[in-house]
């Protein structure tokens, strides 16, 4: 069984709609939750993190977490063709952060 | 500009021979990382190091080899016993090793070896 689990897609949207980026994780011990966006070639970028259940917001951006289902997702609201790449989950637990595959979301004008 | 630089951003060696990747941060940043990413897959850790002249094995160290001789500097050497060595190396630095802190990324070095 995989530590962090997304679905790899390739998830299609529609600009101005919403995206929806789930992720599953097995060690009940981990403690935060990182968000990264990675475009073809380059290396992540941070878009969020999340430690206590519930939702948090940071723009366009609302991370969620379910501690007691082992699930955490990602929302991006408004979608613009600059949010096309893909995005890693990384649940931290103790001082090590373990990586999902990645969902690759593509934007169509 | 304060960051994460990795050189070089391409490299090529013959198979059998060591290679050392340079990661340096000007962040003040303790906690330093290495990750390798291969296509369709998610980053795996290679070693991390929590602070100067101490560093541990991560997920996936059998082949190489780190120093960490200065807060700044975490060099990562590939060694002719790594079996696949063809991959994307990612470093890492954060504040430090705690539940909050937030693992920024260098710029990655792209190894082939023909």
């Known amino acids: 069984q995989k530590e962090v689990e997304q679905n790899s897609g390739p998830l299609s949207v529609p600009e101005g709609a919403i995206a929806s980026l789930n992720c599953t994780y097995s060690?009940?011990?981990?403690?935060?939750f990182f968000w990264y966006r990675q475009y073809s070639g380059k290396s992540p970028e941070l878009i969020m993190f999340?430690?206590?259940?519930g939702d948090k917001e940071d723009g366009r951006f609302t991370a969620q977490l379910n501690k007691a289902s082992q699930y955490v997702s990602l929302l991006i609201r408004d979608s613009q063709p600059s949010d096309s790449a893909t995005y890693l989950c990384a649940p931290l637990s103790g001082e090590k952060l373990t990586f999902g595959t990645g969902t690759r979301l593509t934007i169509i004008p | 500009d304060g960051g994460i630089t990795q050189s070089p951003k391409y490299l090529f060696r013959k198979e059998g021979q060591n290679v050392t990747l340079s990661c340096e941060q000007n962040l003040n940043h303790d906690a330093m990382y290495w990750y390798r990413q291969d296509p369709g897959q998610g980053l795996r850790l290679i070693y991390y190091?929590?602070?100067?002249?101490?560093?541990q094995k991560g997920d996936i160290a059998e082949g190489y080899s780190v120093s960490r001789e200065k807060k700044e500097s975490f060099p990562l050497t590939v060694t002719s016993a790594q079996k696949n060595p063809t991959a994307f190396y990612l470093c890492?630095?954060?504040?430090?090793?705690?539940?909050?802190?937030?693992?920024?990324f260098g710029p990655g070095t792209r190894l082939t070896v023909l």
């Open positions: 890492a630095s954060s504040i430090g090793p705690s539940s909050s802190d937030t693992q920024y």
């Open positions: 060690d009940r011990g981990s403690q935060s």
């Open positions: 190091s929590q602070i100067v002249n101490d560093f």
């Open positions: 999340i430690y206590s259940n």
